[in-house]
Each structure stands twice: as C-alpha cells, then as structure tokens.
T-cell receptor
Framework: AQSVAQPEDQVNVAEGNPLTVKCTYSVSGNPYLFWYVQYPNRGLQFLLKYITGDNLVKGSYGFEAEFNKSQTSFHLKKPSALVSDSALYFCAVRDEASKSTFGDGTTLTVKP | ETGVTQSPTHLIKTRGQQVTLRCSSQ?????VSWYQQALGQGPQFIFQYYREEENGRGNFPPRFSGLQFPNYSSELNVNALELDDSALYLC??????????????FGPGTRLTVL
C-alpha cells in the first residue's frame, strides 16, 4: 500500500527566509508526486508535480520541489517566503492506477 | 475556461438519511475523482470516474456510490449517513493521461454535517 508522510504539522519561517516543507513517500512502481496548497474554506490548488526527468521541479508562485529517489522524498522549497504563502500544504503520491494518497498536511506560517 | 464547481456549498443531514453531492468538471476534462477530507486530515480518495465508468476506488463502503454523466459532470451519493461522514467532500477533474500523471484540479468542496 502506498503512503505519504509529512513529518511536521507546523513550519514557521520569517518573511524573506527560505522555507522547506518535508514529504516522504512509499509506493510500488514509478511515483507520481504532487504538492497542493489549501487556503481556509477552499479547495486544493495545484502547485507542482514530478512525473519523470529532472529531479528539481519548478511550480507556481516561486515554489520548487526536489525529488530524491534514494531517500524517497519530495520536499517543497521556496528561496524567499512571503506572508501570503501562509497556508496548509499537502503532498500526494499517485500510483499508475491513478489512486492518490495524500499526507495529513503541514501548516506553514510566515511571519513578517 | 471554467473551473471545477461543486454544489451545494454546505449541507446538514441527520443520521440515516441519504445525500447527493454534485460536481461540474473543468471544460475539456474527462475524469472526475472524489475525496473526503475530515477535519485536520488530508483528503482520502473515494473513487474516480473516467468516461462514465468507475476507474478505481478507495477504502470506502458500498453506501458511497457515484455517477458520471456524458458531459463528464458527476454525482457522489452517500446512503445511510453516519456521524463520521461529516467532512469536506472534494471533487477534482482532470484530462486523464496514461499511468496517472494527469494534474487534478479541485473544486471548493461541499461541507457535509451529519447530526
């Protein structure tokens, strides 16, 4: 069975500092990995995905993620955090049968 | 291009009742997936429909059922509601690619409360 772990419930960073939101996964076969962001009382917004190819994936709003096969990780990063980045972030893995598994989310708070 | 829409926004039901939630997929998308998001948790996959047929199911009992229509809109039906069914129900549409690489676009969700 596939699984996703987001080991930090909460990440706090100061505006302008780099941020990292961690994600590790377990899946049989080739992993398709996704990051989504959720604002209060809203659905999920797609940020980026890894399918194949370059291990560094660039996405929306300046976010990027690094796929590391040996560590089975897909950490979300941003070089300079904004207060408006404060939200709930979800990592997800999908298998080749299109079944998606999400982590429990990480709340990112960026302080001015 | 219109995004994914869901109706209703909020719904209150009592135990034992039945509910139908609706989703209109994004223009050009042929696949709809439904998720249940309980408070403080990540979305849990319920099932997926591709061109009107169920194309995968998560660990949900048969009282959770669905339909997809020729215009690719979809319904989620839940019978015999239980208190634990209280959650945000999310619909996501995509243009299905081989092997599950398609990007899913989510609607705003329907908040279901079961009393």
């Amino acid at each position: 069975a596939q699984s996703v772990a987001q080991p930090e419930d909460q990440v706090n960073v100061a505006e302008g500092n780099p941020l990292t939101v961690k994600c590790t996964y377990s899946v049989s076969g080739n992993p398709y990995l996704f990051w989504y962001v959720q604002y209060p009382n809203r659905g999920l917004q797609f940020l980026l995905k890894y399918i194949t190819g370059d291990n560094l994936v660039k996405g929306s709003y300046g976010f990027e993620a690094e796929f590391n096969k040996s560590q089975t990780s897909f950490h979300l990063k941003k070089p300079s955090a904004l207060v408006s980045d404060s939200a709930l972030y979800f990592c997800a893995v999908r298998d080749e049968a299109s079944k998606s598994t999400f982590g429990d989310g990480t709340t990112l708070t960026v302080k001015p | 291009e219109t995004g994914v829409t869901q109706s209703p926004t909020h719904l209150i039901k009592t135990r034992g009742q039945q509910v139908t939630l609706r989703c209109s997929s994004q223009s050009g998308h042929n696949t709809v997936s439904w998720y249940q998001q309980a408070l403080g948790q990540g979305p849990q996959f319920i099932f997926q429909y591709y061109r009107e047929e169920e194309n995968g199911r998560g660990n949900f009992p048969p009282r959770f059922s669905g339909l997809q229509f020729p215009n690719y809109s979809s319904e989620l039906n839940v019978n015999a509601l239980e208190l634990d069914d209280s959650a945000l129900y999310l619909c996501a549409s995509s243009d299905r690619l081989a092997g599950g690489a398609d990007t899913q676009y989510f609607g705003p969700g329907t908040r279901l409360t079961v009393l």
